[in-house]
């Protein structure tokens, strides 16, 4: 999985959904993933109303 905290919001969806426990939120409101516990189901991705959590490979492209 890949999360860009740039895009996270910090409302919780993803949070809300893992099966895993995987996800954690930071002092600052944003997610990160324990890529230990993270089962790389993806119900966080579609949960994400903001596009900031994704699978790896489905990327937008970022402009540089
Ligand atoms: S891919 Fe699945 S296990 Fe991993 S953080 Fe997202 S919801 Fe949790
Ligand atoms: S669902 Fe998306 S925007 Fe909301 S906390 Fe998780 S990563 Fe951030």
């Known amino acids: ?5 740039t895009q996270c ?12 426990e995987a996800l954690r ?3 600052d409101g944003t997610m990160r993933i324990n890529t ?5 189901c993806g119900v966080c991705a579609d ?3 903001t596009g900031a ?5 489905e990327r937008k492209e970022v402009p540089k």
Request: glycine share 12%.
């Open 25 to 27: 939120r930071m002092p």
């Open 47 to 49: 949960a994400c109303p």
């Open 36 to 40: 230990v516990r993270c089962r790389q």
């Open 9 to 20: 919001i910090g409302c919780g969806g993803c949070l809300m959904v893992c099966p895993a």
């Open 1 to 5: 999985m890949y999360l860009d905290v």
């Open 53 to 57: 959590m994704t699978r790896d490979g």
